[in-house]
């Protein structure tokens, strides 16, 4: 199947810093990423649609003046947590489609940030 | 408002023990039902797409089916490696590609 790395896998930073998480797409091309969140014991929630060489769609609710997402490849799209807070603190997840695999979504390792 | 519920919440079998997994879905328009496995502290990985009711589709020990309002996840003998988190995710019909999830079936297969 389709290889989607994330980097880092884990990050620990103070209130009040930002925070970068990469996603990439290792063996295809993907135009459109996607952007989850999951919390213990909850379902994974879809932030945004990450949409190569234009803005990104965030789904309602969720802040795009606080999560910016970059995807400046088809390889390579970035989400970066401004200003975090230990509320901001979860599990994120990116996927890719990989067209040749039909209509799966392909979903990274995660990281995992911790505001303290 | 799209909606996918899965039960058991979580289930403990024997090693052997067959079972299945239920993901009840309420969609405006099925475009595909996507069942997932995830590890603790890992991303999901894929495991089968189903398109229209009376699929089936099967991989090793597993065998996924569809109807108009739910799917099941069959584990046939299973074995403590199939030990997971197992994720059912629905996608309407449609320009998004997005995916709903469930919360999941906890899996324990104890030897």
């Known amino acids: 199947g389709a290889v989607v790395s994330q980097h880092p896998s884990r990050v620990i930073c103070k209130s009040g810093t930002s925070v970068k998480i990469e996603c990439r797409s290792l063996?295809?091309?993907?135009?459109?990423m996607f952007w989850y969140r999951q919390f213990p014991k909850q379902s994974l929630m879809l932030m945004a649609t990450?949409?190569?060489?234009?803005?990104?769609?965030?789904e309602q609710g969720v802040e795009k003046d606080k999560f910016l997402i970059n995807h400046a490849s088809l390889t390579l799209s970035t989400l970066t947590v401004t200003s975090a807070h230990p509320e901001d603190s979860s599990f994120y997840i990116c996927?890719?489609?990989?067209?040749?695999?039909?209509?799966?979504?392909?979903f990274g390792p995660g990281t995992r940030l911790t505001v303290l | 408002e799209d909606q996918v519920t899965q039960s058991p919440e979580a289930l403990r079998l024997q090693e052997g023990e067959s079972s299945s997994l239920n993901c009840s879905y309420t969609?405006?328009?099925?475009?595909?039902l996507f069942w997932y496995r995830q590890d603790p502290g890992k991303g999901p990985e894929f495991l089968f797409t189903?398109?229209?009711a009376g699929e089936e589709k099967e991989k090793e020990r597993l065998k996924a089916t569809l109807t108009k309002k739910e799917s099941f996840l069959h584990i046939t003998a299973p074995k403590p490696e199939d030990s997971a988190t197992y994720l059912c995710?629905?996608?309407?019909?449609?320009?998004?590609?997005?995916?709903?999830f469930g919360k999941g079936t906890k899996l324990t297969v104890n030897p």
């Open positions: 996927s890719a489609r990989d067209l040749r695999g039909g209509r799966g979504q392909f």
């Open positions: 063996d295809f091309q993907a135009t459109t």
């Open positions: 990450s949409n190569e060489g234009s803005k990104a769609t965030y």
């Open positions: 969609v405006s328009g099925l475009r595909g």
């Open positions: 189903l398109y229209s």
């Open positions: 995710a629905v996608q309407a019909e449609g320009g998004s590609e997005k995916l709903v």
